[in-house]
């Protein structure tokens, strides 16, 4: 109990700062009418904002990004706070400075007061323009830059947005869509929240798109947004949606607490996904047909943005000592959706892959305190997972459900810090938990005994981690034909992989996914075999094939580039980049079609095209040495591109290449341009 004790103590402290403006201030809710210009890359419109004063005070600000005022300020006051209520309006002053807009008057104590003014922005960011999208992402970018708000998580207001739009477009808001009104050239969409939520989770998309809607148990609608020509692969995406969504609803015990649940893929998306309220945004790079499905799927990402309705949305964290109470949590209840689709055995090899990167995150002397606000992401979600899994084992199946539903009712639209749920476990649970808050909350070190203890618990992990080919035996090779689990054999391929007999090709796809990956010398024996993998649904184990075999059989190069011609593989084309790249290296194949070749290759690299398409493509141009003046001015123009991992990546990219002369003048003359 004192390490409880004091972990309340230490978070009480750290907590206390200089008043905040929501100390003062209680903002209910915020109305824009909004316009958006691809064209000039903008956003104004109309925008009315309403509060409660709690305290007295002379200025009152909204957090507002480089965004100017178009009009003047109408301030509305009543003494009342209601839906329908006289007001008297007058003109307030008002300024727009330092990332702020600043409202000055006599605000008394008890008043509900309205604001309207029209404003205007070209976002910097949170709001993107990409080739006939937009959309937003408010997490740790701010909606501030868009859309005058409250940066402060701890502040949660109502939002309903109205959008007007060219026709032929969708339009996508946080809520439940009310009215739609269609213009001549423009569509005017209104969306409703009924409840409060944080400023970051603020969402907009607009895009072509067609939909497919299912009904959960609970009565709630599930959209599903897909592109138009993307029909085939709405069911390999959303795969399992309706299922998880009943589930998470039922294991959490609080029903899920928005109008509706709506998913939406866009391009070049900043991250995995985003759980905005009602409205989760993701990366189209999870778009897969039925062959992507079995390599990389949406499943984990739609799970864990999904528990975050709950966990991150309905309450939120205080500040990001806590961050572990919505990544930790969303993280562990993907893992239970997911164990609920495929087993406890799939449950346990996520739980053993977290620990695998939390283990090699402590070996580099990067393991922090899951209280840390600057720890990593591993930490906040694969730690936090984990700690509530041996939570949940230590205090019983009924007690922990029971803390987590009344942590919710009891914080639902609010915030919360760690000892809100802590406490609720305690109670429930009827337990001294001093020590798991040591070591799991407050500790840097890892617990890998605990872990290890666990996983002791699984008779698939038992079997796993028993398995050991490092010393070939006869054993290794009757693992292949046996009833073992498909990771285990897959181990077994790993350790054993210049050893294998066509037995071994008799497995499933993921363990020949596998040969495929560590077998790259193949004996001449295992080359029919070898080949069948070029059949396989998986477009991984296709493109390491096509690979292994035309490194090993030059002789029979044509005949597997004949083969997989056609195949394109994923989003990024990763199989038709490979293919591109080894018909340039095959002399003797279409010699009079090299320069399209080449052509096709050098055009993936052009900003019309995913970022991913695009580095993939600049890795091979950099193999090859073929890059030229077109790609090299595209690969400039991604030193510029809203996503920082592949702008980080082109600046590197450039780095490495104004080291060869060859291309250092070319690359001067261009930046000149």
């Not at 528990?307 to 930790?328: I, R």
Request: charged share 25%; with cysteine.
């Amino acid at each position: 109990m004192k390490q409880f004790l004091q972990l309340i103590a230490f978070l009480f402290f750290s907590g206390i700062v200089t008043a905040q403006q929501t100390d003062y201030v209680d903002f209910k809710s915020i109305d824009a009418n909004l316009n958006l210009s691809s064209q000039l890359k903008s956003v104004n419109g109309m925008y009315s904002v309403e509060f409660e004063i709690l305290k007295d005070l002379d200025s009152i600000f909204l957090d507002a990004k480089n965004i100017q005022l178009k009009s003047e300020v109408l301030e509305n006051t009543s003494v009342e706070y209601t839906s329908e209520r006289p007001f008297d309006e007058r003109v307030v002053k008002s300024i727009a400075k330092d990332d702020k807009i600043w409202f000055y008057d006599d605000f008394k104590a008890g008043l509900i007061i309205k604001l309207s003014f029209v404003y205007e922005c070209i976002p910097k960011k949170a709001l993107y323009f990409v080739d006939d999208q937009i959309w937003t992402q408010g997490q740790g970018k701010y909606t501030s830059n868009w859309l005058p708000s409250i940066d402060d998580v701890n502040d949660k207001i109502e939002f309903d947005l109205s959008i007007n739009h060219d026709n032929g477009y969708e339009v996508l808001s946080n809520g439940k869509l009310i009215k739609k009104e269609i213009g001549k050239e423009y569509t005017k969409w209104t969306y409703d929240m009924q409840q409060p939520m944080s400023s970051y989770l603020v969402a907009l998309v607009i895009g072509k798109y067609n939909k497919k809607t299912e009904t959960s148990k609970s009565g709630i609608p599930l959209v599903y947004y897909y592109y138009p020509e993307d029909s085939l692969k709405v069911e390999p995406t959303y795969r399992y949606s309706k299922q998880m969504f009943d589930y998470l609803e039922a294991e959490i015990g609080f029903p899920y607490p928005w109008q509706n649940y709506k998913q939406v893929p866009v391009n070049d998306f900043l991250y995995s996904g985003m759980e905005n309220t009602s409205l989760t945004v993701f990366s189209d790079s999870f778009v897969v047909d039925s062959i992507g499905f079995n390599d990389k799927n949406y499943i984990t990402v739609n799970a864990h943005e999904l528990a975050h309705q709950w966990f991150g949305d309905l309450v939120t964290a205080t500040s990001s000592a806590h961050h572990w109470l919505q990544e930790g949590f969303a993280t562990y209840y993907a893992l239970l959706a997911e164990r609920d689709v495929f087993g406890d055995d799939h449950y346990y090899w996520q739980l053993f892959e977290n620990a695998q990167e939390l283990i090699a995150q402590e070996d580099a002397g990067g393991s922090t305190s899951l209280l840390d606000p600057k720890s990593s992401s591993t930490t906040f979600y694969k730690k936090g997972a984990w700690a509530l899994h041996v939570l949940r084992e230590q205090v019983g199946d009924s007690a922990f459900k029971d803390a987590v539903k009344t942590y919710l009712n009891n914080h639902q639209f609010g915030n919360v810090t760690t000892t809100d749920f802590m406490s609720e476990v305690e109670k429930s649970s009827r337990q001294d938990l001093s020590v798991f808050v040591n070591d799991w909350l407050t500790e840097v070190k890892l617990p890998e005994a605990i872990i290890v203890k666990s996983f002791k618990k699984s008779a698939f992990m038992r079997e796993y981690l028993a398995i050991n080919c490092e010393e070939y035996s006869q054993k290794c090779k009757d693992y292949l034909v046996s009833n073992i689990s498909d990771k285990g054999k897959i181990k077994v391929v790993s350790q054993i992989s210049g050893r294998l007999e066509a037995e071994a090709f008799r497995n499933n796809i993921e363990v020949r996914q596998a040969i495929a990956k560590y077998v790259s010398t193949i004996p001449k024996e295992l080359k029919l075999e070898y080949e069948s993998l070029l059949n396989d649904k998986s477009y991984v184990t296709i493109e390491a094939a096509l690979y292994n075999l035309w490194v090993n059989f030059p002789e029979e190069r044509i005949k597997y580039l004949q083969k997989t011609k056609d195949i394109r593989g994923f989003n990024d084309y990763n199989v038709r980049l490979l293919w591109l790249v080894l018909h340039l290296n095959t002399i003797e194949f279409q010699p009079d079609k090299k320069q399209d070749v080449l052509n096709e290759l050098i055009s993936y690299s052009s900003p019309q095209h995913h970022f991913e398409l695009r580095m993939r493509t600049f890795d091979y141009l950099k193999l090859i040495d073929g890059f030229e003046k077109e790609s090299v001015k595209s690969l400039l123009d991604a030193t510029k591109h809203h996503n920082w991992r592949f702008s980080k990546y082109a600046k590197n990219l450039i780095g490495e290449l104004e080291k060869e002369n060859t291309y250092k003048l070319l690359i001067e003359e261009l930046k000149k341009q």
